[in-house]
């Protein structure tokens, strides 16, 4: 159900198209530069003012991290925010997911959409400050917090600022951790009963330095897959009687090595791609004289071509299946997809670098190297034009590096007013002076 209320907070509210800026739209070559200059004070200044709050919003979710699905207190946390600043809000998009809508003063059919994830990981936090996770074995270990409070003080910076013409989509996503958090909310209508013309997505990004931002065009991050495989055979006394045994664990060893020269002798040389083992379990850790009747191993395949994802498959299933059969043994694949690879719309890439250059100044919106990682905007990017921009995170107070999916990372609050002003200025390049323009 969707509600909205009249605002709790008072705004001052910046005026983005004053007659300064009219001007300088109308004198050619210093455009851009006045254009720049004025977005940035106008968004930056006025959200610092609110910054502290937007940290203690940030820490406060830290402290109660909620992985895939269970995002329930962080999801109302989002909610209440959002109605108190006047809001528009419907919950339980996709089980947890959260959109708050926003239509802007002046008229306009347009419509952007700015999403965040919202969920941890199952990771124990090795950081003994104050707002370390209070939870056992999760933790904000790849700055979701971070990115649920930019795209936080985004909305209550055009709360107070609704100087655009058409309507914002503030979308708040669960279990983008399981690559499943984007399908679940888009089958359940998101781009339906949102509609939008574009869908943009900001990631952190450790020791890319603060003030910094950088994405790319095309494919920007991987496809992302989960397999298994689970070798049977009958098990046996390790000790008396290992000849009347077939020994999964020798399949294992050879399965393991084989993996390793799928990608080398399958792929071109100058392909990208990942193919790892992340989990081996079977027998019992008591029981060292037992050999396994079962053995499962479980690891991760990433690829930017469906052709080198039908390569991986295939020839995990061959490798499995032919080392079983030569050893009397079993051998099922499971493969699992979770993510397609995450490509960036060519005719969006001026919008969202614009808009990040109108806050940090175009010498500081760079280009991000091609990464194997994966992420669940991509089944956003496959239904709408947008771009998955990079926010520099830098380093911590000590001068340290910690990436993200590591227990001692965190989250860096110097960063929330610049996510948030980047956030705006992207409503202000598709929907505000464009759009009169227009």
């Not at 709790?8 to 910046?14: D, E, G, I, L």
């Amino acid at each position: 159900m969707s509600s909205s209320t009249t605002p709790t907070c008072a705004f001052v509210k910046p005026t983005l198209l004053d007659p300064q800026l009219a001007l300088a739209q109308s004198r050619g070559p210093a455009k851009q530069e006045a254009i720049s200059t004025m977005v940035k004070q106008a968004i930056l200044d006025t959200i610092n003012r609110f910054a502290p709050e937007l940290i203690e919003i940030r820490r406060d979710i830290h402290r109660h991290p909620e992985t895939r699905f269970e995002e329930v207190r962080t999801a109302g946390l989002i909610a209440e925010k959002l109605r108190g600043w006047g809001i528009e809000v419907t919950e339980k998009i996709g089980k947890t997911g959260v959109v708050g809508t926003l239509k802007g003063n002046r008229p306009g059919q347009r419509a952007i959409a700015l999403r965040a994830d919202m969920d941890a990981l199952f990771i124990e936090e090795a950081n003994d400050f104050p707002h370390a996770s209070v939870v056992p074995g999760k933790m904000h270990a790849c700055g979701h917090d971070g990115h649920t409070t930019m795209l936080l003080g985004a909305a209550r910076y055009l709360a107070g600022a609704r100087d655009f013409a058409g309507t914002v989509h503030f979308i708040f996503q669960p279990a983008e951790e399981a690559g499943t958090g984007a399908p679940a909310m888009i089958a359940d209508g998101l781009f339906d009963r949102f509609p939008c013309d574009s869908v943009y997505g900001l990631h952190n990004s450790p020791g890319l330095p603060v003030g910094k931002f950088a994405t790319r065009e095309g494919p920007m991050l991987a496809g992302s897959d989960f397999w298994g495989v689970t070798f049977t055979g009958t098990g046996g006394h390790g000790g008396s009687s290992p000849h009347l045994a077939t020994d999964a664990t020798v399949v294992l060893g050879h399965f393991l090595l084989g993996v390793q020269r799928i990608l080398p002798r399958n792929l071109h040389p100058t392909e990208s791609a990942a193919l790892s083992v992340g989990h081996v379990s079977g027998g019992a850790y008591n029981s060292p004289n037992v050999m396994p009747s079962k053995i499962v191993v479980r690891g991760t395949a990433r690829y930017f071509r469906s052709d080198a994802q039908a390569v991986m498959r295939r020839h995990l299933e061959e490798l499995a299946t032919t080392l079983a059969a030569a050893h009397g043994c079993e051998a099922r694949l499971d493969y699992e997809p979770l993510c397609p690879p995450t490509v960036n719309w060519q005719e969006k890439m001026p919008i969202a670098r614009a808009a990040a250059a109108a806050i940090v100044g175009e010498g500081n919106v760079g280009d991000v190297q091609l990464s194997t990682g994966g992420e669940d905007f991509a089944y956003m990017l496959q239904k709408k034009p947008g771009v998955f921009m990079r926010i520099g995170n830098g380093t911590n107070v000590k001068g340290e590096v910690h990436q993200v999916h590591t227990p001692r990372y965190d989250f860096n609050d110097d960063i929330l007013a610049l996510g948030a002003a980047y956030w705006a200025s992207l409503v202000q390049q598709e929907l505000g002076w464009a759009a009169e323009e227009s």
